[in-house]
């Protein structure tokens, strides 16, 4: 496709004529690195939410556990998570990984793509903490009753949350989880930081080596964008079809 | 000093990450990061009130654009918005701007369409009943909003606004991208220099992050509380 408009651009300290290329992100290599670069994102994104739904779960419960020590360790995993940039979370996993880390895991991580587990890592502990918060409060609509009963039915505490309190606390937290989900896709960009080819970090490579700055990242930020759009109408739609029809809100 | 499992590194540079090259170069480390966390906040504090209040207009040709506006920014990345700045900026001023001044202009854009959903549900939370009986005195639907819903919304808001800076705080670690020595950054540099010590490093600089952030999130909770009471009398 060839499309080239000049655009301008005038300001106090001059002038200066930039020559459009849309065909740079369009077609050939480029184009291939910036779609390299979604698939990348994606994937990175669907592991770390995975994961980090499964490590929420985890440290919701064991925030609402009676056993003190429990709820504190959990308490102040989340208040330390929660409070600390994403960004040195990434640097202190990818680099602080070697001081760790036992050998064993670290020789296992880097026999496989150590930027990218790195990030995996990062990206579901930053994550767990806020889908935590998400379940807790899910868990906490529930009425308690549905608790008494199943502990009077011969449940233990463990067994009841497992089959009776999170199936209906999981279907209320769907929609934050899927927001949770979005904020994940564009922090996953931070993995760029590590070397992980993913979006930003294309776009960003396709800008040095062609120097079309404005195409490369007008492109990415219509494919985040989508991203987005595509989330936040499933959340919609899943309210619409699913929450409200039987009354559960 | 006895070397603790490798802290002795931190103690060693603990000027360098408080305040950077300070009296013989530019202000950096902590010091750096907490001055483009207040100046951006404040910025976005008024864009974001002015934003905020363009979404509750009841003319739809200024309340639509502004809303795609602020859900386009907040669709992106922080990382997008700080390139995009980095690009556009020296286009539209035609002259070099200092990163320092790029980041502030990245973070009050991308905080900015937060702040606005804040003042946007603030302003929606406020009864219906102020604006009609301010109507009914003959005041005019802008004099309403400003002088008699807006003081009200924005006292319930001032939490979110403390939970925004908290964000904000965390989020100038990003503009170690454009190479802006604040905290983060410096900690790459000395972790570069020292070279076996990432580990404590990067603790140690989360841990500063952690009593920043810490400190306000608690006294958002408080004032929440506060409020609460106050509503409850």
């Given amino acids: 496709m060839r499309g080239n408009v000049n655009g301008q651009f005038s300001g106090r300290g001059g002038m200066f004529t930039y020559q459009f290329d849309w065909s740079v992100v369009l077609t ?25 739904f499964l490590m929420g779960l985890i440290i919701a419960v064991m925030r609402l556990s009676h056993l003190g020590p429990v709820r504190w360790f959990a308490q102040s995993y989340l208040e330390f998570i929660r ?78 949350m497992q089959y009776i309190i999170l199936p209906q606390a999981v279907r209320i937290t769907i929609p934050p989880l899927i927001s949770q989900f979005l904020n994940l896709t564009k922090n996953s960009s931070l993995a760029m930081t590590i070397g992980v080819a993913e979006l930003t970090y294309q776009a960003r490579q396709v800008e040095s080596y062609t120097f079309k700055g404005f195409e490369a990242f007008t492109a990415a930020t219509l494919v985040y964008l989508l991203l987005s759009l595509i989330i936040t109408a499933l959340v919609t739609l899943y309210d619409k079809k699913v929450l409200s029809p039987t009354g559960m809100k | ?18 305040i950077g090259r300070y009296p013989s170069g530019p202000i950096g480390g902590l010091a750096l990061t907490i001055w483009l966390a207040v100046v ?31 859900n386009c920014i907040r669709g992106i ?62 005041l005019s639907r802008t004099r309403v909003m400003i002088f008699i819903v807006l003081p009200q919304a924005l006292r319930n808001m001032i939490p979110s606004f403390v939970n925004q800076l908290v964000s904000l705080i965390k989020d100038t670690s990003l503009a170690f991208i454009v190479g802006v020595a604040e905290l983060t950054h410096v900690a790459t540099q000395v972790s570069n220099r020292t070279m076996i010590y990432p580990a404590q490093i990067f603790f140690f600089i989360a841990v500063v992050y952690f009593i920043l952030c810490f400190m306000l999130t608690s006294y958002s909770r408080w004032l929440e509380g506060r409020l609460a009471y106050r509503k409850a009398i």
């Fill in chain 2, 1 to 18: 000093m006895e070397d603790w499992f490798g802290f002795k590194v931190i103690w060693d540079n603990i000027e360098h990450f408080l």
């Fill in chain 1, 83 to 160: 409070n600390t940039p994403l960004l040195v979370q990434f640097f202190f996993w990818y680099f602080g990984s070697y001081q760790i880390l036992p050998q064993s895991v670290n020789d296992w991580l880097n026999a496989r793509d150590f930027e990218f587990s790195a990030a995996v890592i990062a990206l579901t502990i930053y994550t767990s903490a806020f889908i935590a918060e998400d379940i807790r409060s899910g868990i906490r609509s529930i009425p308690k009753e549905q608790m008494e009963a199943a502990r009077s039915s011969g449940f233990s505490y463990v067994r009841s």
């Fill in chain 2, 77 to 138: 990345p922080l990382l997008m918005v700080i390139f995009w700045m980095y690009f556009l900026l020296p286009a539209f001023t035609g002259g070099v701007v200092p990163e320092n001044w790029t980041v502030i202009a990245a973070l009050t854009v991308f905080t900015s369409a937060y702040m606005s959903q804040i003042v946007q549900a603030g302003i929606e939370a406020i009864p219906r009943g102020q604006m009609e009986a301010g109507l009914s005195t003959g």
């Fill in chain 2, 40 to 70: 951006s906040c404040s910025l976005s504090i008024v864009i974001g009130i002015f934003l905020g209040l363009l979404c509750v207009s009841q003319n739809r040709f200024v309340k639509y654009p502004v809303l795609t506006v602020v």
């Fill in chain 1, 28 to 52: 050939g290599q480029y184009a291939q690195w910036i779609a390299d670069g979604i698939k990348v994102t994606i994937q990175l994104s669907t592991v770390s939410i995975a994961l980090s």
